[in-house]
């Protein structure tokens, strides 16, 4: 079946910019912020705004937690990511690395383009009830406007080497986004050896709650270490979203 596609409606648009600038960052309209607790918190997003609804009726919403899947042929994914320098920022909400250098995703016939990966912890996502501590979602934008979300779960145990390498570049929050000269990094070196995934149909995991995005969790969680932990959660406050009911949903497996 072909993924759904996000139209050309203005609202959509915008929604398309927020979540490239970082799965949903406040903006300076009126009203107050959302965010991931307290009094502005998830269960208040949709009461917030007329258009952030969604958030509370929505059908088709991210994070879930996975506990069964279909196998689907030909859903082989394809990376052709390539080193560029380290474009990065801590918004507040989370640290972001941004790529323009056409490093894409291949799913199935279609080529998406990676416009940036950011941190979550915990991770969103779960994986038959377990919660991750980390999550890096890799974000894709098609030519014809798709969304695709691309999960990399973290449990506790060995350092992570690719996060070695960026720990110590990332910047504490309230500094524009700079790039460092003489820092390339391969985003590769972030993916598990295996490209076993699961996908469903989910949406963006903060206000304005955007459906129709392709959401890829790769099955193979990774490793960091507490002390890596520790770190990235020095970084910026928690910024999960809880999970969402599946609401008949049937998320699929591929290799
Ligand atoms: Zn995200």
Redesign the pocket.
């Known amino acids: 079946m072909a993924p759904p596609r996000i139209s050309s409606h203005p609202i959509l648009v915008w929604c398309g910019a927020a979540l490239l600038a970082g799965?949903g960052v406040a903006t300076a309209a009126t009203g107050p912020a959302w965010q991931y607790s307290g009094e502005y918190g998830p269960e208040q997003w949709a009461r917030m705004r007329p258009e952030w609804t969604l958030c509370g009726s929505g059908q088709r919403q991210s994070p879930v937690d996975i506990t069964s899947a279909q196998r689907q042929s030909g859903a082989m994914l394809g990376f052709h990511y390539r080193p560029e320098a380290l474009r990065i920022v801590n918004d507040g909400h989370?640290v972001r690395v941004r790529y323009r250098n056409g490093s894409r995703l291949l799913l199935g016939r279609e080529a998406l383009t990676l416009q940036q990966f950011?941190f979550?912890t915990p991770g969103?996502d779960r994986l038959n009830g377990e919660d991750f501590p980390v999550a890096v979602?890799l974000l894709h934008k098609g030519a014809s406007g798709q969304l695709v979300?691309l999960v990399l779960l973290f449990r506790l145990g060995e350092p992570n080497t690719a996060l070695s390498e960026l720990l110590p570049r990332m910047p504490t929050r309230g500094l524009p986004e700079q790039t460092l000269a003489g820092s390339l990094f391969d985003p590769s070196r972030l993916l598990p050896r295996s490209t076993a995934h699961y996908r469903y149909d989910g949406s963006l995991?903060a206000p304005p709650c955007t459906e129709g995005v392709v959401w890829l969790v790769m099955k193979q969680p990774l490793t960091l270490s507490a002390a890596q932990l520790a770190q990235l959660k020095a970084l910026f406050p928690p910024n999960a979203r809880p999970v969402q009911p599946l609401h008949g949903r049937v998320v699929s497996e591929g290799g």
């Open positions: 799965c989370t950011h979550h969103g979602h979300s995991t």
